[in-house]
């Protein structure tokens, strides 16, 4: 059972702002636009909370 990160609601709930504010940019932007705003993520990582459910 994979475990969940301790920020990961933090850091869905800034994908989610960020994607509203800015609908036609994709993850790849969103990633790029999370790191200047200071979080230390991965694009893997940021896909994978874009597609989930």
């Known amino acids: 059972m ?3 990160r301790p ?5 869905t709930a800034d ?3 960020l994607a509203s ?3 036609r ?5 969103i990633a790029a636009m ?4 200071g979080w230390v ?3 893997k ?3 994978r909370i874009w597609r989930r459910d």
């Open 2 to 4: 994979p475990r969940e």
């Open 7 to 11: 920020d990961e609601d933090a850091l």
């Open 15 to 17: 994908i989610v702002a």
């Open 21 to 23: 504010q800015y609908g």
């Open 25 to 29: 940019y994709g993850y790849r932007r």
């Open 34 to 37: 999370l790191r200047g705003a």
């Open 41 to 43: 993520v991965n694009l």
């Open 45 to 47: 990582r940021v896909e």
